[in-house]
């Protein structure tokens, strides 16, 4: 029950409830019991990662990839 910061590397998202104005970023807190639309634009080729900002967490496994072509 703790709010979460999950970060992705090489792009930038906003949250999608937000105007379209709001400043990208490379990081989200996603609430405790809740959840966010996020908008990323995945244009920068390569094999990204997605994490937990939150060591405990990724060392349980809380951390992925995804590939731009």
Same mark, same amino acid.
């Given at each position: 029950? *703790?709010? %979460?910061? /999950?970060? #992705? ?23 405790? %019991? ?5 908008a ?9 990662? /997605? %994490?937990?900002? #939150? ?7 809380? *951390?992925?990839? *995804?590939? #731009?072509?």
């Amino acid at each position: 029950a *703790f709010d %979460q910061p /999950i970060h #992705v590397h090489g792009h930038l998202w906003r949250n999608a409830d937000l105007p379209a104005q709001s400043p990208p970023s490379d990081t989200a807190i996603i609430p405790a %019991q809740g959840g966010l639309r996020l908008a990323m634009i995945a244009e920068n080729p390569g094999t990204w990662v /997605i %994490q937990s900002l #939150v060591a405990e967490r990724t060392d349980g496994g809380l *951390f992925g990839h *995804f590939t #731009v072509e």
